[in-house]
């Protein structure tokens, strides 16, 4: 009986290829850990196949990955539009409509899906450098993502989203507040339904993975995180370091640095592409933060 | 005439057909007519030319790395100039003779596709997308009428073509991310998102055709794509400028 199960996708798999099934990882690597205990996530060698019901996706290219799906007739992906690189003039492409459309256009997320159905082939890709990231779900399995990193899912994977509660204003007064959203308004959450699925993301830069042990937790910059499971918890943390600099001056600014707090159990996923919050202005109210003053 | 692509490495091609360009090793160095060309880095790759005394290449201006100061810079008379800027296309084409060195870059990840070009061969480029080419081969550009109103609200798009009459010449594109190619049987088809095109030979037809569904709030949007028809070779990149729709 076949007990190997790939230490990045964290599902059963076959030892006797060159790369997992089902996340495309090389087999045959040993692990790349940092002292703290990151692992990088191996990139998905190029040409390399993952396989999912009837279909095969294939991962070209290294640098800004395509994932090239053959799809049976019985198989349907969906995704965004505007990764759609090329298609078959056979492959049916059709709109799937989203619950929630004026939340999901005020928050900058895509109102359509598109969805993609065999037999044919269907090419995607995204717009930055980096790595096309599989995700294997059993049944049943929940991931959440940041939002703007998928790229597409199987059919059979229902495709949510929720507020991530991690918000801060800052403004002069309540007529001229600005909300900010440092890891997005939205999360996305994929669950596998009847059997498993395939979620494929896109992370710009590297990638790296660490499991929290219940209680664990870690600061991270709030837009590097990538993936996450859903028993890992989430909150900002504020921290003001001893010497305040020309903040003193003015009532508006402040000194201090925004992360955002992750406590286990559960696995984690960082891009080494992210954008740095704005952290000058005076935080006038935030949902839940935790505050380390030095 | 050689193009540089390693000659010890398996053809990577997927399993529908499309075989990857051929990632140059660093510091590669080939010949084309009299000079040498030399490729540097990997992620953002510069083409630096060794131009004989009786070479030349010619340029987007905007791309010129560096240079030695004896190289003479002059500018390439292109037709259709009024049209050429309103179809955002350089106006001035830049000319770089030998002797001397000069080095090109563009300002994206991506890799170089060295496209050396027999006699009688005609390629159609992508705006914006050639890094160079040798002086021996002909400059125009074409207008692609059916995705005018698609793409660009009108004004059309345009793509450079390259000709070469009875000498060979060296033709150097900046592809973004990866750089696949394909070649179609006479009559075969594939849709291509616009904005993924790079080059093809300008016997594949190039059309917009609309998709079944619509995209933006209330789906205002209609989709296209570009149908490209065989015979010949079709060149797409990875990383690209999405091409909406159209409302």
């Not at chain 2, 000069?102 to 159609?124: C, K, N, T």
């Not at chain 2, 207008?143 to 060979?168: C, E, W």
Request: net charge neutral.
């Amino acid at each position: 009986m076949n007990t190997y199960v790939c230490r990045y996708c964290r599902q059963p798999s076959d030892p006797s290829q060159p790369t997992c099934p089902m996340c495309g990882a090389p087999v045959d690597i040993r692990d790349a850990v940092s002292d703290s205990g990151w692992i990088e996530q191996p990139p998905i060698r190029d040409m390399a196949r993952l396989q999912f019901g009837q279909s095969h996706v294939q991962i070209a290219g290294t640098t800004v990955p395509v994932a090239e799906f053959a799809l049976a007739p019985q198989d349907f992906i969906y995704f965004s539009h505007h990764v759609l690189l090329w298609a078959d003039p056979q492959a049916q492409l059709g709109n799937m409509s989203m619950r929630g459309g004026w939340k999901r256009m005020m928050a900058g997320m895509p109102l359509i899906m598109v969805e993609g159905r065999g037999p044919g082939h269907i090419a995607l890709s995204d717009n930055h450098a980096g790595e096309v990231i599989a995700l294997p779900l059993q049944q049943g399995q929940r991931m959440w993502v940041r939002e703007h990193r998928f790229l597409c899912a199987t059919g059979n994977v229902r495709y949510d989203w929720e507020a991530t509660n991690i918000w801060y204003d800052t403004g002069e007064d309540s007529q001229h507040q600005d909300i900010h959203y440092p890891m997005g308004q939205y999360g996305d959450t994929f669950t596998a339904q009847d059997r498993h699925g395939l979620v494929l993301l896109h992370s710009p830069g590297n990638t790296f993975i660490r499991d929290l042990r219940q209680g664990e937790s870690l600061l991270i910059q709030p837009s590097a995180l990538l993936y996450r499971d859903v028993s890992v918890r989430a909150h900002l943390h504020l921290e003001f370091p001893r010497n305040m600099g020309f903040a003193f001056w003015h009532a508006r600014w402040s000194y201090h640095k925004i992360w955002v707090r992750l406590t286990g159990p559960g696995r984690v996923a960082v891009q080494s592409v992210y954008q740095p919050p704005e952290d000058s202005e005076a935080i006038r109210n935030s949902s839940y933060t935790t505050v380390y003053r030095w | 005439m050689t193009c540089g692509a390693p000659l010890d490495v398996r053809d990577k091609v997927s399993d529908s057909g499309w075989r990857e360009a051929p990632r140059l090793r660093d510091m590669t160095e080939f010949r084309f007519s009299a000079s040498t060309c030399q490729v540097e880095g990997e992620l953002v790759p510069v083409a630096e030319i060794s131009l004989s005394p009786q070479d030349g290449v010619y340029f987007e201006h905007h791309v010129l790395l560096w240079k030695d100061e004896s190289v003479p810079l002059s500018s390439l008379k292109t037709a259709g100039g009024m049209k050429r800027t309103l179809g955002g296309m350089p106006h001035i084409v830049t000319v770089a003779n030998g002797p001397g060195r000069v080095a090109f870059s563009r300002d994206s990840p991506g890799e170089l596709v060295v496209l050396p070009l027999h006699p009688g061969m005609e390629l159609d480029v992508r705006e914006h997308a050639f890094l160079l080419a040798s002086h021996s081969i002909q400059y125009s550009f074409v207008r692609i009428k059916g995705l005018a109103n698609v793409l660009h609200g009108g004004s059309g798009m345009f793509m450079d073509r390259f000709i070469t009459a009875q000498y060979p010449g060296l033709l150097i594109l900046h592809g973004n991310g990866n750089v696949l190619e394909r070649t179609l049987k006479p009559g075969e088809k594939i849709l291509v998102e616009p904005g993924g095109f790079l080059y093809k030979d300008s016997a594949v037809q190039m059309n917009a055709v609309q998709m079944p569904l619509r995209t933006g709030m209330l789906g205002q949007h209609r989709m296209f794509l570009a149908e490209m028809t065989g015979p010949g070779r079709v060149g797409i990149q990875s990383m690209y400028v999405h091409h909406a729709a159209s409302e």
